[in-house]
């Protein structure tokens, strides 16, 4: 199935194909077989991974990557390259698909485990691709890319130095980003005109980020950098009250400019700085809730601690919000919740409180936790139970398309999903989901047949 590939192979190959190399689609082919064994050999590919491949081209890579025993699914735009590699890899775990990779529905590897993105990036549109598969909340466990060496240099820079920039610390605010080694422009067919590099990305823990807004974290170092040698007191003025006072906390020199700082520093400056909404704290609230026997009758008042620590029945509610096309809208939940942190969850929800009733709780939480107001419809209340955290949930439904706005020390991410891939996902990854939402999901389903 896989062979090894030389100069004369790849350009026999190519006519076979009937492919002249185009420009306009970043063509230039890997001829060396042993480095496209060595490429692939930095994703430390396994029989367990699925891995996306971007622009396979000849299938250099791809026959590494089945070589290894991975499912396959590569990405081309060339119709020509298509049929070659479909007739080339006709194997059960491999699928060629014909499209853009911008287009690619990257919301589908949520669904899948062990997910790895590898490509020889077509370079006129590498940062495109790279958003578009690794920015945050990214479902990917290890990238694997083939840029220009500038971009490459960019990417894994490190601070006060020229590469280093708003695109450095927007793609190392979640990965780690290493520089692997530079390639000579003389591997591929065409050459190129510069030379490249491969670059590979591992996803940071969340926990360990500690950014509390990262949207603004994105805003705040893009102002930074727009005028790389201005220094930050005279460029971030309006963001920043007592500059003194902030240049202390985050350990900088008075004078410093946005390349003097690390990622540590960028962070800790974003979450100072970072407007509060002020409408959500800390998930340790004091607030009271009603405590309920088993027919959800109310019996007392405790506080949260109490309800958790002792597991007292208590009542709650979960809002399934859909847009026009039907997508359910999930929250993942921020890593400073105290109950399932880094979860993926119901679009909202909430404990219900003392002097409230179901539809109350449900109206003011969604307020709350997306900022949005839409007439909720109940479908159904699950019992309390082990599987409920011992919370009876009444399950609404509602329509909206957003904006959403989030507190961001308790969401770090909305997205919205097709049905059909929800279903996947939590078929395959249950652990990814908070309890109360499979329950609140499985109302769903049983409501919807
Ligand atoms: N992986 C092959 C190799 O290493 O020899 C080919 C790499 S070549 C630099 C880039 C490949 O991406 C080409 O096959 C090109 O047709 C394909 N391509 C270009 N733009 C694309 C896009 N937007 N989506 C998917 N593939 C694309």
């Known amino acids: 199935m896989t062979r090894s590939v030389n100069l004369s192979q790849t350009r026999k190959a190519l006519a ?15 001829h060396d077989q042993n480095l496209a064994r060595w490429i692939v050999q930095q994703a430390q590919i396994s029989a367990e991974d699925f891995v996306l491949e971007i622009g396979p081209g000849l299938g250099a890579l791809s026959g590494e990557i089945l070589r290894r025993g991975a499912r396959l699914l590569a990405l081309e735009k060339d119709a020509r390259l298509v049929d070659f590699l479909r007739e080339k890899f006709s194997h059960p775990k491999c699928e060629i698909r014909h499209c853009d990779a911008l287009d690619f529905d990257r919301r589908i590897l949520f669904a899948e485990r062990n997910v790895k993105v590898i490509g020889n990036l077509p370079y006129y549109v590498a940062s495109q691709l ?14 694997l890319f083939m840029l220009q060496d500038e971009m490459a240099r960019r990417l894994s ?39 490249s590099a491969i670059v590979r990305f591992t996803p940071r823990d969340e926990r360990q980020i500690g950014i509390s807004d990262y949207k603004f974290f994105r805003e705040i170092v893009k102002h930074g950098f727009s005028q790389r040698r201005k220094q930050l007191r005279n460029l971030l003025t309006a963001d920043v009250g007592d500059w003194e006072d902030t240049a202390k906390k985050i350990c900088a020199p008075l004078t410093t400019r946005a390349e003097e700082l690390s990622r540590e520093q960028w962070i800790e400056l974003a979450n100072l700085i970072a407007p509060q909404d ?10 009271r809730f009603p405590i309920v026997d088993e027919n959800d ?17 208590h009542r709650a509610v979960h809002m399934l919000i859909f847009n026009g096309t039907g997508e359910l809208l999930l929250q993942k939940r921020s890593p400073w919740k105290d109950r399932h942190p880094l979860l993926w969850d119901s679009s909202a929800a909430g404990h219900v409180e003392a002097n409230e009733q179901y539809d109350e709780s449900a109206a003011r939480e969604l307020e709350e936790e997306l900022g949005v107001t839409t007439r909720l419809r109940p479908m159904g209340k699950l019992p309390a139970s082990e599987k409920t955290g011992q919370e009876f949930i009444t399950v609404y439904r509602g329509e909206h398309d957003g904006p959403f706005r989030y507190p961001a020390d308790e969401i770090s991410a909305v997205e919205f999903f097709p049905v059909a891939i929800v279903e996947r996902w939590v078929a395959n990854k249950p652990e990814d989901f908070a309890p109360g939402f499979l329950e609140s999901w499985r109302l769903f389903k049983a409501k919807s047949r």
């Open 278 to 287: 002020g409408k959500s704290g800390p998930d340790q609230g004091p607030e």
């Open 157 to 195: 820079a490190t601070p006060q130095t020229a590469d280093y920039g708003a695109l450095t610390l927007r793609l190392q605010l979640h990965h780690h980003v290493e520089y692997l080694r530079k390639i000579p422009r003389t591997v591929f067919v065409p050459q190129p005109e510069v030379a």
């Open 297 to 313: 009758q109310e019996i007392g008042t405790a506080t949260r601690q109490e309800v958790h620590e002792n597991n007292f029945r």
């Open 130 to 143: 790279l958003f578009h598969f690794v920015d945050f909340p990214s479902p990917i466990s290890l990238g």
């Open 16 to 30: 076979q194909a009937g492919v002249r190399p185009a420009k306009r689609l970043g063509q230039n082919f890997l």
